[in-house]
């Protein structure tokens, strides 16, 4: 692919740092940095359909898209779904490897400041007008916030000049060596100039346009005929993506023929799909925790969230809340990342709650306290998670208080005021460490644990521009191992995701991040 970083090979090249499994998942986003999905009331309309006509898929999403805008939505379904209208410069697959996406080629300058992207030519948007440079200075200028405005995200905002070289050139200087840029650069969706109604009508370059969106009930993609990639174009006609979260409205609607494949939202009821269904698992690279808000009394003592820590049997909420289908975790990453996963910390926090009420007499709480614990209701696997930790909490003298709220009111309050005590949430994978990482920062501005530590921020920003790998790994650990002896929030377990897949549909794929990839899925004929 002939990828020249200057003296470097960029061929490619591997974010290392998750080789991982995802989509659909509950939290985090294309555009923005953290988090979960949305809330729904809908139901499928009657729209049966015979297994002989293959001109169209049907599948589900669990949230109401948060914005079909790639620049406003932070919601991991809308992401996943709208993934298949817009593109970035670069892409992943299924390993986390970086390939060339709209960008055929990229360098880096020996400097490692600026990366120069040579685009492929004759992509066309889906209003027809022509991808070129002028349409990357556009819209990384948008995310960086060079055009005026604020950055998009904090981590665009690393980028200090976007130039474009010639109409299918371009060069985005960085403020600082970043390690990360070619993941950023994977999910930073490239839109057409000049056109700003992507709220209402999103116009992109991937392999489905879209047709219409009506709420509360599904999400219309057609094939986009004109696609570059005739290697990665569209094989189904037509994709609806309807708005379901209930279980039991999934289950139906996969055995009347209303939906072709669907993500379910619990672990029970699937034998009575194995007839017609492959049922597919695999880990999400999601962290199911019970976000502790650092800031608040008595929250802010370490002995009182190092006892929350040790009062959660996490093997109790694996078996009453998935079935068992979840990887139990020490850590804010899942062992899927692999190498940046620190296998130091498992077990950090044994189940073991006399040691919960010792550390509780220490802090001066001898009686306990009550504790708030937010929870989004459209999520069942949370709301069921925080039956079983309420009770555990109960019997260290802790007594919690579940309080459920709209998905709406969650993004709000706890996501964007961190106006709570506990939540119960799920944060999705990043293609990076950093981005994982980072969301506990001091400058994350979404930072709803407010967890606040020196050392941790200054690796942080050192293993950013670290070019020696292993150096770059051993940072990583440490901020993980820090994390954990603060005793920052509680890592549960990364929950698998589960698919019913019609037996004659093939091509689907788990990805390291959110993205449901329709383009790959089609129908064998048998």
């Known amino acids: 692919m002939g990828k020249k970083m200057g003296r470097r090979v960029l061929s490619s090249l591997t974010i290392t740092a998750m080789t991982v499994v995802a989509l659909l998942a509950s939290t985090g986003c294309g555009m923005s940095e953290n988090t979960p999905a ?21 599948t589900n999403m669990i949230s109401e898209p948060d914005s079909l805008d790639p620049w406003k939505s932070a919601a991991s379904d809308t992401s996943a779904v709208m993934q298949n ?35 492929n030519k004759g992509v066309k948007f889906h209003n027809d007008h022509d991808l070129t440079a002028e349409d990357v200075v556009y819209t990384y200028q948008h995310l960086a916030g060079l055009d005026g405005n604020k950055a998009v995200a904090v981590r665009y905002s690393q980028i200090a000049a976007v130039k474009a070289i010639n109409d299918y050139e371009v060069a985005i200087t960085l403020k600082k060596p970043s390690a990360q840029f070619p993941a950023l650069a994977a999910m930073g969706m490239i839109l057409p100039k000049g056109y700003d109604k992507q709220a209402e ?31 990665r174009a569209a094989k189904i006609p037509k994709v609806e ?8 409205t999934v289950i139906s609607a996969l055995q009347s023929g209303q939906l072709d494949l669907a993500r379910l939202m619990s672990f029970n009821s699937l034998d009575v799909l194995n007839k017609d269904f492959n049922i597919m698992k695999s880990p999400s690279n999601m962290v199911q925790l019970l976000g502790l808000n650092n800031s608040v009394t008595p929250l802010n003592k370490l002995e009182v969230r190092q006892a929350i820590n040790y009062a959660i049997d996490k093997k109790a909420v694996i078996d009453g809340v998935f079935s068992g289908f979840a990887t139990e ?19 950090y926090y044994p189940y073991d709650p006399e040691k919960a009420k010792d550390l509780l007499q220490k802090a001066g709480l001898l009686n306990g ?31 919690a208080k579940i309080i459920p709220v709209e998905w709406a009111t969650w993004l709000e309050e706890v996501n964007s005021k961190a106006n709570y005590e506990a939540t119960i949430i799920s944060l999705t994978g990043k293609l990076d460490p950093a981005d994982v990482l980072g969301r506990f920062s001091t400058s994350y501005k979404r930072n709803f644990t407010k967890f606040r530590n ?73």
């Open 85 to 119: 209208v817009f593109e970035g410069l670069l892409r992943y697959d299924t390993d986390a490897k970086i390939l060339p996406g709209l960008a055929q080629s990229w360098n880096l300058s020996d400097d490692r400041l600026t990366y120069t992207f040579q685009l």
């Open 329 to 347: 975790l020490h850590s804010n990453f899942s062992p899927v990342m692999k190498e940046y996963y620190n296998e130091r910390l498992d077990a």
């Open 241 to 248: 993506i309807h708005v379901i979260h209930d279980q039991a």
């Open 369 to 399: 306290f009550t504790l708030n614990i937010k929870v989004p209701s459209n999520y069942t696997m949370h709301m069921d998670a925080a039956q079983i930790i309420a009770e555990q909490l109960s019997a260290v003298g802790i007594k």
């Open 38 to 58: 949305g809330e729904s009331k809908s139901t499928v309309q009657n729209v049966a359909r015979t297994k002989s006509e293959t001109d169209i898929l049907r």
């Open 454 to 526: 020196k050392e941790f921020d200054e690796l942080i920003d050192r293993a950013s521009t670290e070019s020696d790998n292993e150096k770059r790994v051993e940072m990583y650990r440490e901020c993980q191992e820090i994390l954990a002896k603060e005793a920052g929030s509680v890592f549960i377990c990364d929950p698998n995701i589960v698919m019913a897949v019609r037996k004659d549909i093939q091509g689907y794929k788990f990805y390291p991040v959110s993205f449901l990839d329709l383009a790959a899925i089609s129908y064998t004929g048998k």
């Open 201 to 231: 009508h999103p116009i992109g370059t991937g392999p489905y346009k879209f047709v219409s969106y009506t709420p509360g009930q599904k999400i219309v993609l057609a094939k986009n005929e004109a696609y570059f990639d005739q290697t």
